[in-house]
């Protein structure tokens, strides 16, 4: 996507029903990035909002032609906004990317494209506390990321990081090699590569408007996470099935020693049920983890493409 008159920096922010916050992000973007001393632009991404989100992009992108608005065809998720956003980036050099509620202070980003400048292609805000969250939110995001860096194996996930982050050039044309319909960015971002990192920020509760998360969404956000990320919980199949084998093996050498030993009293109904309803239950979650790859391989083999969009302003080099 990049022109002749592309700028060198552009800022990519996926938006479902913000309408409050963007103009506040779109005045404390432009504080932050007036010192950075390098061409800039805004991509505003309108994930199918179900408020005024597009003409308040809109409104902010016939003010200010730095902005660009891509509008697309329905709400997509977020993960494929952001991929949106950082399609249309025009920038030559480099792409930060923020949430649009303010919970990613803009005034970060002149120390991640400091950090840049130094040499690093990837550049990630790693949040210091967790304000205005619960203890719970909290327990269970430190619980995701012990597990993930358990089974990331070579591919470790920077704990504490979001989507916030800045990337160079050729970071994000080797992200946007990866077309996947299931997408775990912080897996993919992770997967690249590239000398990367950490710059330490506080993070703010969200500025205006409602948090699109819950407990139901978290759960399948780890799943995405965990399944398209590592392969790992399918060989559980293959070491619970082992071990049972083994134990099945003792307990049947057992039995045999017990019936010549003793004779063959007649028992074992209620451990007989046990051991059938055990192995029932196993075998039923391991077709359940077996279903979830092939929902994920189906869903890849139909190669859609990732999204459509409805519109696309791109920015304006101002005069
Ligand atoms: N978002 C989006 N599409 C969605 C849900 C969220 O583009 O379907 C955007 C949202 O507008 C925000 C960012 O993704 O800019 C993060 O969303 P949210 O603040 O709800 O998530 P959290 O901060 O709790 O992780
Ligand atoms: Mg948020």
């Given at each position: 996507m990049t022109t002749p008159d592309a700028p060198a920096l552009s800022v990519v922010v996926p938006a479902y029903n913000e309408q409050e916050v963007l103009p506040e992000l779109h005045r404390r973007l432009a504080a932050a990035l007036a010192d950075i001393g390098i061409p800039w632009e805004v991509v505003y991404v309108n994930?199918?909002?179900?408020?005024?989100t597009l003409s308040v992009m809109l409104g902010i992108q016939a003010q200010d032609p730095r902005a660009a608005v891509v509008n697309l065809s329905r709400n997509f998720g977020k993960e494929i906004a952001l991929t949106a956003g950082l399609d249309h980036a025009r920038a030559t050099e480099a792409v930060v990317v923020i949430d649009?509620?303010?919970?990613?202070?803009?005034?970060v980003i002149p120390a991640l494209v400091a950090t840049w400048r130094e040499g690093f292609d990837v550049v990630y805000a790693q949040r210091n506390t967790r304000e205005g969250e619960t203890w719970l939110k909290k327990a269970t995001a430190a619980g995701f990321y012990r597990v993930m860096q358990r089974i990331g194996g070579k591919v470790q996930l920077p704990p504490d990081?979001?989507?916030?982050r800045l990337m160079s050039r050729r970071a994000i044309d080797a992200l946007l090699?990866?077309?996947?319909?299931?997408?775990f960015m912080k897996g993919l971002f992770a997967w690249i590569g590239f000398p990367s990192k950490a710059v330490r920020y506080d993070r703010a509760p969200r500025a205006a408007g409602e948090t699109k998360w819950n407990y139901w969404k978290l759960w399948n956000f780890s799943l995405e996470g965990i399944t398209s990320f590592t392969v790992a919980p399918l060989k559980v199949a293959t070491y619970v099935g082992f071990a049972i084998a083994v134990l099945a093996t003792i307990y049947l050498a057992f039995i045999v020693g017990r019936t010549l030993l003793q004779g063959n009293p007649v028992a074992g109904y209620p451990s007989l049920l046990a051991v059938v309803l055990f192995l029932g239950g196993v075998q039923m979650m391991m077709l359940g983890i077996i279903g979830e790859y092939l929902g994920r391989i189906f869903n890849e083999t139909?190669?859609?493409?990732?999204y459509f969009t409805e519109r696309y302003l791109p920015s304006r080099s101002p005069e």
């Open positions: 994930d199918g909002s179900r408020d005024a649009a509620d303010l919970q990613d202070p803009p005034e990081t979001g989507d916030f090699q990866l077309r996947e319909q299931h997408r139909k190669q859609r493409p990732l």
